[in-house]
């Protein structure tokens, strides 16, 4: 199986240097003010539902947008752009009546994505910009009920899910990403299922990506939604040799930093991660500036705990560039050379010997 191209210059880059994620895709559109006639367009005009929200809908209806937002993150450092694909594949596409435009979507989203890239590639030859396809969570979860009265219901199954990210990540490939990742993991089966359906496109394709998995602690617990630890997280993801293991989403900076440390300390893969910018306040929103957060993940890369960094909801590009600024002057973590034993997980890690 064949490594695709822009694979070496990855590995370069982020033993050169922290690398820069993006920051958030939301966050930007809704700067917009987009209204149900834009996320129509004339080409969904007429659609039998309301799409308003479906923001992975725009890179069809409205891609100079969401170009455009790819391009200031670029500006402003980011190495690495993500798809503006959260959602899209047919299990929560269906929530608009669109399932069958998910492979669409997908191919639409990574070839702007990419485009946007090239550009900014060639503006800066020794700093190569790559592209992330994002691979969400999607709106079910494989190991939890959605029904307090009936414990053992599920909404999905793990050949549901398997399917649609498969759909999804040929979409992504075909578009031109350089990485897949896996990210806002808040059910491990469900991240399970990505992982699979990642190796099922590779080998139908003959090609293989990096993966990037990133995780997210729900609460103070420390735990994912569906009750991992950090540590048994990674025991649990590790098997598909990712280039990189890490967190984002849910937790601002500072609540982040202890499971970061947890993660640092056992995987011998790169740590990624993006927070939010704080915690949302009472109206849901985030008030906590560059300045703030960056000053909070400083330490992060100053104490050799990351390799790639950048922002989750509430984030705009003034975050990713004075995070950019900021970790700038520090090297990437060092991935250690962690000695090999039998690790197994349930929702608590267990290591034998």
């Known amino acids: 199986m064949k490594k695709i191209a822009s694979y070496e210059s990855l590995e370069k880059a982020a033993l ?9 895709m939301g966050t930007m559109i809704q700067l917009h003010k987009l209204e149900e006639k834009d996320y129509r367009a004339d080409r969904f005009a007429d659609w039998k539902q309301d799409v ?12 100079k947008i969401i170009q455009h937002i790819h391009e200031l993150y670029l500006k402003a450092g980011a190495d690495i752009i993500e798809t503006n694909t959260f959602n899209a594949q047919v299990i929560s596409m269906a929530d608009y009546g669109m399932e069958e435009i998910s492979h669409e979507i997908n ?23 790559f592209v992330a396809g994002a691979v969400g969570p999607t709106n079910r979860t494989a190991s939890i009920s959605p029904r307090v009265e009936d414990p053992g219901y599920r909404n999905t199954s793990f050949d549901e899910l398997r399917q649609a990210y498969a759909e999804q990540v040929r979409g992504l490939i075909e578009g031109g990403v350089d990485i897949i990742m896996i990210e806002t993991i808040f059910d491990t089966l469900n991240a399970k299922a990505a992982g699979f359906a990642v190796l099922e496109v590779f080998e139908e394709k003959d090609l293989e990506l990096p993966i990037m998995i990133s995780g997210t ?15 048994a997280f990674w025991y649990s993801m590790r098997h598909l040799k990712p280039f990189s293991i890490g967190l984002n989403c849910a937790l601002g900076a500072s609540p982040m930093r202890p499971y970061l440390m947890d993660l ?19 109206m849901g929103e985030y008030d906590e500036g560059p300045t703030d957060m960056a000053d909070q993940i400083e330490p992060w890369a100053k104490d050799g705990i990351i390799n790639l960094v950048g922002g989750c909801c509430g984030s705009t590009p003034d975050h990713i560039a004075q995070i950019a600024k900021q ?3 520090y090297p990437p973590r060092k991935v250690p050379s962690i000695e090999p034993k039998m690790r197994l997980s349930g929702l608590e890690p267990f290591v034998h010997g």
């Open 107 to 129: 191919l639409e989203a990574a070839k702007l994505a990419r485009a946007a890239a090239d550009i900014w590639t060639r503006k800066t030859p020794d700093k190569p910009r």
């Open 16 to 24: 050169e240097r922290i690398l820069i994620i993006d920051g958030a």
């Open 52 to 63: 308003k929200g479906n923001n992975d809908l725009l890179v069809l209806t409205q891609p």
């Open 217 to 231: 602690i729900t609460d103070a617990s420390g735990r994912t939604l569906s009750g991992q630890t950090a540590e």
């Open 264 to 282: 640092s300390k056992i995987a011998d893969v790169r740590i990624s991660a993006y927070p939010n910018a704080g915690l949302p306040n009472a």
């Open 327 to 329: 970790v700038s002057k």
